[in-house]
């Protein structure tokens, strides 16, 4: 089908007025119209004393663009919209247009071909599997969240907990159904408060077409999913969480976007959004299209996205997916399926580009936003600055900690000796970065088992180990990530369609396992050393990284204040160790500030209940040492909390007092590095 219509739309447009300005036009093109939903898409607005919908579209290889709605039995043919010359734009105003209203752009290709697209700009769209976009206003909402944004900043001294969750799975109703944003809100917040979480973090809720692509193959980088509810109702979510001390992050995805027909491939009959050259266009690993990050417009586009979920929707900052996938051209492809860049070389320059003004501009807008990269290689400076060179993001996840960490807590305890450099190596580049470490929902899911069902060992020992491991997260350098179920032991994988299995906390494994990573959360939240000092070696110190026999580690983190440090002391194997001698930095009375053996979490008990006094005994590297208790499986965190001669009574300190009992001790220690 041939519609001749290019000089019609020409004429008409002459005569009608548009909502693009000659301004935002230029700035499109050049790639700086950071807020371009103010322009495209559907508007409600009143021209001429008429209400109705403004609609624009850039679509410049399109013959005739058409507005496709129930109202003409999605034909578009005689409702044209106009087209602005030399532009790219097309626009018309139709009256009597309401809210609600569905609708789609019937675009002319170059070939003559005719076909239906979503509106890459619009504000709402049908509840899948309907595709249709839907006419929706993004104004009105009364906010009440404006002493949280006065007062948020980018938490670099500050706690950072992150609670990671997918809105569809972490409840659903009795009958499968999903709870709406503002539903969600009153279940949530509670437990996440409760918590102890500083941060929800939500899987992508932009709109896509396939609920097991998780949101990460999107089809609307403007419109928050269909499935939980309308724009207003997930303005409220955010609303509620602020309200409540708790941030929102939102995972972003412009590395790449889905190939369904109504979305943005080829999006007016030849490539728009991606890259024209198949090579660079195609990801064949995840069956999508790669934006054209070299494209002006394309920049517009993926940046006034960032900051429209900000402005709008009072996101806290992104998640940004699979950065590597962006800056390599070579990702995931074999020979003969990338090419070089202009230097031979397989950086994408432009996405580089691309990654750096995002950031820099969010900044400039939004100071303190979030940006966060899933970044997995060993690209340099992810988080340094764009004026020094770097990406410019906030955070990175650290990828390498994570795959440390599960590959060691996976192995069989009698091999773990031979594993200790996975314990200790993460820290020779903890600080080369900001670092969020995370614990993430792809690492439970497609055969890799839930956290709980990665350790070895007994049903028992699975809990000590998964206790271990989180108490191994929250005292280690960097922020935190959790995916939900993790905080209460989810023994299966994350299953991508159902909900949680809430039903196991009726069992007290479960049920202590969740107070477990309640309390540690809290007294995460409570201990300054654990996150004043996260970005800088002030804030961490090895008492032992040696010990690979015993498989123990032990080390200080530190705060701005010397009182505030922290001794932690790891057994990473279902050994009780009677007497482990640890160095302290200063002479004083020692206290074991938490336990992940304590009984009241299910473990065997913590058997270190009364303080002790240092000992002038040297023991790694430090003047004075004490002797504790280090149950199987357990961390252990000590803290000092007065000078041996401040009226501490005698019966409540442990100490040897006599030499001969000092000495044997000590011998007694030495033998702790080399005890199985």
Known sequence: MEIGCDEVSDMAAANHPVAISPQDIYLFHEGTLYRSYRSLGAHLTVENGISGVRFTVWAPHARHVGMASDWNGWRGENDSLYKIPESGFWSRFFPGIVQGTFYKYEITGPDGRVFLKADPYAFHAEVRPNTASVVASIEGYRWGDGAWRRKNRIPYRKPLNIYEMHFGTWRQKEDGEFYTYREMAELLIPYVKEMGYTHIEIMPLTEHPYDLSWGYQTTGYFAPTSRYGKPEDLMYFVDQCHQNDIGVLLDWVPGHFARDDHGLRLFDGAPLFEYSDPLKADKPGWGTLSFDFGKPEVRSFLISSALYWMEVYHFDGLRVDAVTSMLKLDFEKGEGQFRLNEFGGTDNLEAIRFLKELNQVVSDHYPHALMMAEESSAWPMVTGSVEEGGLGFNYKWNMGWMNDTLAYVETPFWDRPSKHHLLTFPIVYAYSENYTLPLSHDEVVHGKKSLLDKMPGSYEEKFAGLRLLLAYQLTSPGKKLLFMGGEFGQFIEWKDQDQLDWFLLD??????????????????????????????????????????????????????????????????????????????????????????????????????????????????????????????????????????SGGQPAASVNTLSSRKKKTKAAKQSKRNVSLA
């Open 507 to 644: 069992y007290d494994s479960h049920r202590l396992m969740l107070e477990y990573t309640k309390a540690i959360n809290h007294f995460y939240l409570q201990e300054p050393a654990l996150w004043e000092h996260d970005h800088g070696m002030d804030g961490y110190q090895w008492l032992t990284p040696h010990d690979a026999g015993q498989s123990v580690i032990a080390y200080m983190r530190k705060g701005i204040r010397n009182k505030d440090t922290l001794l932690i002391v790891i057994n990473f194997q279902p050994v009780y160790r009677e007497r482990y001698r640890i160095g302290v930095p200063k002479a004083g009375i020692y206290r074991e500030v938490f336990s992940s053996e304590d009984s009241q979490f299910g473990g065997s008990g913590s058997p270190n209940g009364s303080p002790l006094a240092a000992e002038k005994v040297e023991w790694h590297d430090q003047l004075q040492s004490i002797e504790l208790k280090l149950p199987p499986l357990s961390v252990s965190i000590w803290k000092r909390t007065g000078a041996a």
